[in-house]
């Protein structure tokens, strides 16, 4: 409850306050944003499954953003940016489909 | 990466293995466990942390990718092609602004030529109506007055009259009402003179523009038209005036063969 909570705030504060993201970041942050998006559904997932771990969330959670990122960061520099952060949406959004899948499975039964 | 890894079982483990029906309940259960009665543990402190960042984030993303400039979130490639774009495009109408200026330019020429054509015409036009005498004229000058109580003025003396103020310079006349063009004439005898085939009487008085220092001087020179007029027992008067009215007319008249052959 306190987790969803946390979303919410998260959601409204981003809106509310609108900070300024430094320019450094900004290609990252959606690919960040893919990535963490991941690590929560596996979260759940795990969570349903009566596995779930906080430090492993945490862990994973962390480097799924930084690994992500990385990987952007190092496309740019290499001139296939854009097709890389392509990759890893797509790879990203695979996992995303797998772990509601086993959500969907937990919650509906079918 | 994420979490469910960890344990060791593979990634769709429910989705192949018949997971009995106490583990899908519980499955539930946990999540409406975990949603309703609120705890505070530790937990659920760090994944709220988490998720406040991801809420965060997404905000952001959201809001900066939904504001108007859809630069805001472009790749440097993108961002540099849409420059080069924005550069030939940036040159392609400023390319049109030139010509468009040239072409503005030369069409205030042409308009500028066209206007002073007319101007020219109109000033030509004006300049040989004075000739012509299709218009009126006026301008300093003199006026020749001749009292005729003898009836020795012939044509031909006031003939003479004209040609001596024409050759110093005069350019209208009117004598007595009939304006004095290139094809006027004199005839008859004295007290009974016509001009154009207009009958006048003495007095004879010629009104004439042209430079009065001129014109005077030629009419009074020693053996000219003033002194041969005198010896017809005529007076004559010669007056310069500052500014003169010639306004006796004459229609226009279109020749019947002759064309300008000039273009």
């Known amino acids: 409850m306190i987790a969803v909570l946390g979303l919410v705030v998260g959601v409204v504060v981003g809106l509310l306050v609108r900070p300024e993201v430094p320019a450094v970041v900004e290609p990252y942050l959606p690919i960040a944003v893919v990535a963490a998006l991941d690590a929560v559904f596996g979260g759940l997932r795990a969570m349903l499954d009566g596995i779930f771990v906080d430090k492993v969330f945490v862990v994973s959670f962390l480097s799924n953003v930084v690994v992500a990122a990385l990987i952007v960061f190092l496309g740019d520099k290499l001139g296939v940016g854009a097709q890389l952060s392509t990759g890893v949406v797509v790879v990203l959004g695979i996992r995303i489909f797998s772990n509601a899948a086993a959500i969907r499975r937990h919650v509906f039964r079918a | 990466m994420s979490n469910e890894e960890r344990p060791g079982e593979p990634d769709h483990a429910d989705a192949q293995t018949p997971g009995s029906t106490t583990h899908e309940l519980t499955g539930r259960q946990r999540l409406v466990a975990g949603l309703w009665p609120p705890r505070v543990t530790r937990a659920q402190l760090v994944v709220a942390l988490l998720l406040f960042v991801l809420g965060l ?119 007595n009402g009939v304006r004095v063009v290139a094809n006027t004439y004199f005839s008859g005898d004295g007290g009974n003179v016509r001009v154009d085939d207009r009958k006048i009487t003495a007095p004879y008085v010629f009104k004439v523009i042209g430079k009065p220092q001129d014109l005077e001087p030629a009419l009074n020179i020693p053996g000219g038209v003033v002194q041969t007029l005198e010896k017809e027992q005529a007076t004559v008067q010669v007056e310069q005036v500052d500014d003169i009215v010639v306004d006796a007319l004459r229609p226009a008249k279109q020749p019947d063969y002759a064309r300008s052959s000039s273009p």
Request: aromatic content about 0%; charged content about 35%.
């Open chain 2, 57 to 175: 984030g997404l905000a952001i993303q959201v809001r900066s990718t939904s504001d108007n400039s859809a630069l805001r979130g472009a790749r440097q490639e993108d961002l540099v092609r849409i420059l080069d774009e924005l550069d030939d495009r940036t040159q392609r109408l400023e390319d049109e602004k030139q010509r468009l200026a040239a072409q503005r330019t030369e069409l205030e020429n042409s308009s500028d030529q066209a206007e002073e054509a007319r101007r020219q015409t109109v000033e030509k036009e004006r300049q040989l109506g004075v000739l012509a005498g299709t218009v009126a004229a006026h301008g300093p000058g003199i006026t020749l007055t001749v009292n005729d109580p003898g009836d020795g003025v012939k044509a031909d003396m006031l003939l003479d009259a004209l040609q001596e103020l024409r050759a110093a310079g005069a350019e209208a006349i009117e004598v």
